[in-house]
Structure formats: C-alpha cells, structure tokens
C-alpha cells in the first residue's frame, strides 16, 4: 500500500480553519428539530380532545366522532407521517399533515358545530407548522384558506373564522420572529466558539513551534562549538596539503610512490577537506545564519548555479529544468544556492539510474514558488516526521550528516518562506518552496512540522 504524505512548514499563509470545527448550528437540521418539539406537540390536540370530551359529554355522536378523528389523527402525525419522513423530505410530510389536519378539523367542526374548542386547533396547528424548510409560510397560507373555506361553507360563523385566523396568524409570526432570534443568538455564540477553537489550535501550534526553536537553537549553540573547533585545524591542515601538493609538483624527478600521491592521493585529501569544509560551513550556518545581506537577486540565475555545483550527483539520472519568468528576489542568494544544492543533492542520491529529477520555478503574485521533484525512492511517514531534525539521516555514515533540510529549513523561514513536502515511498518526492519576494521585515521563526497522510 502505497502512502502520501505532506509536511509542512514555515506558516506565514492564514492557516485554514482546523477540522472538525463547528460550521453551523447543531440544531440546524429539521429532523432534530421536528424531534425536539415533538413530545410536547402531541400534548396540545390532547387537552383539547379532553376539553370536547368533557364540554359535549352525553351528546355520544359529537364525542364519538372527534374522538374517532384524534385516534386517526394522532395515528396519521405520530407513526404515518414519521415513517413517510424517512423516505420523503420533511416539507412533504409537513404538506401531508397540514391536509390531514385540515380534513380532521373539518370533520370535527361539522360534528360539533364548529365549536371554539375546535377552532383551538387552528392556531395551535400554526405554531405546531413553524418549521425550517422554506415552504412553511406558503403551506400555512393554504392551511388557512382551505380550512376557512371548509368552514364557512359549512355555516361556521364568521367572527370565530377571523377571531382563530388572527390569533394563528400572529402566534404563528411570533413563534417564527423569537425562533430566528434564538438562531441568531446561537449562532453567535457558536462563532465565539470557533473564533476560540481556532486561537486554541493557532496557541497549539505556537506552542510546538516554540519548542522546536528551543530544540533548535540549543543544537545550534552546539554544532556552533563544533564547527568552531573544526575550522581551525582543518585550515592549517588544508594549507600545509596545498603547500605540500604545490612543492611536489614544483619536484623535476620524483620516485612513483610519490607521483601516486602527487597526482591522486593528496587531491583525493583536499577534496575531502572541501567537503569537510562544506559540513562546517553548514554548522555554521546552522548554528547562527549567515552574515550576507538581503540583496536583490536573480533567483533562476541561482538555480542554474546550483545545477551545475550538483552536478555530480545528478549525472546519473536526466534532469529537467523549468524556469520561469521570476522577477527579481529579494533574499540572500549564497544562501538560497545552498538549499537549491542540497535539495538537488537529496533527490540525485534518492533516484536510481534511468529516475528523473526536475526543478521548476515561477512566479505567483508576491510568491515565488520553486519545486524539487524526483522520482527517486520517497520518504516513510516516519523519516517525514524527522525531516527537518538537525542530525536526522537515514543514509549510511559518510553519506550524509542530516543538516541539508535543518540548514534549508533554517534559510527559507530567514526568508519568510515555507516549505511543503509531499512523498510517496517508491514513487518520489516533491518539495515546494514558497518564497515571498520581499520577505517581511521581520521573518517568521521555526514553524511547527506537521504531517498529513492521505
Ligand atoms: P542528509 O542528506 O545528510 O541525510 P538531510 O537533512 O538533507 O540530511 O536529509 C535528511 C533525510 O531526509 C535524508 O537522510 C533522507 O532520508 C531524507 N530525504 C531528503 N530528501 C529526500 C528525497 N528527495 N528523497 C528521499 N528522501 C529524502
């Protein structure tokens, strides 16, 4: 199974809201709602029921028929309607009901003579109506004229029609008006909610970001101390070589032993001095950044450069190179040659014969956007995790010392920048710097790393 994984690093974008956070109102969703108010909706058409009950008591027909609509009704809304909600949307069950309530108040107002016990349940049916989809108003509208018509048709008198009209109306308004400030109310308070969430994640990653800056720089006052002690005697050493190489040369005989070490053994020494000096040089820059200033530069200028230093490493493998038209930089372009060497020295050594190795830049607004892709071997979630750890390697000793991404890392947040990785194992890996082309004027410290797997 192959996994893809992204670090990230450096934030200086707005970060995206973190997931999981609250987007809306819980409560938002018709069904809960319909579910909440429900136990007490059932109660209402009781006590009126009971208020026939008992007001028409003797006149057995009247009861017998209002009772017989309640049964059905309380059948039809509690157990028909909701098991049709599971399968049609809840404005066609409220649409259903609105009907069957209709025809029941009808049948009701008929056997009862259109009593005001049974006008009761227009206004309550209104309140019971207010819902959340966006038919509630038109369908309580035909509610109330079917049912006026249904009983003034039947000689129902015309002021209870207005009087119970009027109440429904204005009950139904009201329910309406206090339940979208509730709303409004809620979802302020749900706003403040997240606003926290996000500057409780935004403390998090603070947080982390500070240890690793603490983690950095006590790495950094050592690999400082470091590199101090080996500068030293690695520059009388490089000097005595030098003077040795140049005093065997100047020799007109020499025995083959000698001409052995003047024409390979003492080059081999002093390009393993540079590379040693190379390491310091890292050390160093590491450890308390470089003295260069920000300047102007040409940025694709230094890619080429970078090319051509790692060369050596990318001989084996077909290198593509895409470059943009980038405006000028501003940065400091020693240092950005340096994370362009290790990040091609990285994927040369992480590709095979036959892989390919591609760098690429452009220009987006005030970014600029420089990618390292390879098709080499990709990277573990694990060795992704570590990627930016001073003195992280995975490569066998004498290949790498683990600072190229640390010293990297270190130069483009210097820069303002950030840098984004994406690896699959086996497949390759992309690293995308993003470089502002002015940098703050006061860069952003060490980021949090975070990992992603998809
Ligand atoms: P070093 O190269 O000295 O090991 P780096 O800090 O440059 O140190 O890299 C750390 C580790 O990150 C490497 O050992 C390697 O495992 C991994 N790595 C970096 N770049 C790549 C790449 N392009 N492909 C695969 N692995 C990589």
Redesign the pocket.
């Known amino acids: 199974m192959s996994s893809r994984s992204t670090q990230r690093s450096a934030d200086v974008e707005p970060r995206q809201r973190p997931e999981g956070s609250t987007q809306g109102l819980p409560d938002a969703d018709p069904e809960q709602v319909h579910r909440g108010i429900q136990a007490i909706a059932g109660m209402g058409p009781m006590a009126i029921n009971l208020s026939i009950l008992v007001w028409f008591w003797g006149r057995w027909g009247q009861v017998l028929t209002v009772m017989a609509v309640a049964v059905v009704l309380t059948f039809a809304n509690v157990w028909l309607l909701e098991r049709l909600a599971r399968r049609l949307s809840r404005a066609w069950v409220e649409t259903a009901r609105m009907l069957l309530n209709v025809a029941g108040i009808s049948v009701s107002g008929h056997a009862t003579g259109w009593s005001p016990l049974v006008w009761a349940f227009v206004p309550y049916n209104m309140l019971w109506y207010h819902g959340l989809d966006r038919w509630v108003r038109p369908r309580t509208a035909v509610y109330l004229v079917l049912l006026n018509s249904m009983a003034l048709l039947d000689g129902a008198r015309a002021d209870m029609a207005l009087a119970f009209t009027i109440l429904g109306v204005f009950g139904y308004l009201l329910a309406e008006r206090r339940g979208s400030l509730l709303r409004g109310a809620l979802e302020k308070v749900l706003e403040q909610r997240s606003g926290l969430e996000r500057a409780h994640e935004e403390m998090r990653r603070m947080h982390a970001r500070a240890i690793e800056q603490e983690k950095l720089s006590s790495l950094g006052m050592m690999a400082a101390g470091v590199a101090h002690e080996i500068n030293n005697p690695m520059s009388f050493v490089a000097s005595n070589i030098n003077l040795l190489l140049r005093d065997l040369k100047e020799l007109p005989e020499l025995a083959e032993p000698l001409k052995e070490h003047r024409d390979e053994v003492l080059p081999a020494t002093l390009e393993g001095i540079r590379r040693v000096n190379g390491i310091v040089a890292d050390l160093r820059r590491f450890a308390r950044g470089d003295p260069e200033a920000f300047e102007e530069y040409d940025l694709n200028a230094e890619v080429r450069m970078a090319l051509r230093i790692a060369h050596s490493q990318l001989r084996h493998c077909q290198v593509e190179c895409e470059l943009g038209a980038v405006g000028p930089v501003v940065g400091r372009p020693r240092q950005m040659a340096q994370v362009l060497v290790?990040?091609l020295?990285?994927?040369g050594?992480?590709t095979s014969e036959q892989g390919q190795v591609s760098i690429s830049t452009r220009q987006e607004g005030t970014w600029v956007r420089i990618e390292v892709r390879?098709t080499?071997?990709?990277?573990s979630s694990e060795?992704l995790n570590h990627?930016f750890q001073p003195f992280?390697?995975?490569?066998p000793p004498g290949?790498?010392?683990?600072?190229?991404?640390?010293v990297?890392h270190g130069i483009i947040t210097a820069h303002g920048g950030h840098i984004e990785v994406e690896?699959q194992p086996g497949k390759g890996?992309c690293?995308r710097l993003s470089l502002p082309r002015v940098p703050p004027e006061r860069p952003y410290g060490a980021p949090a790393s975070e990992a992603s797997h998809v």
């Open positions: 290790n990040l020295v990285n994927a050594q992480a390879d080499g071997t990709g990277m060795t990627l992280f390697t995975t490569k290949m790498g010392l683990g600072l190229g991404l640390a990297v690896s890996t690293f």
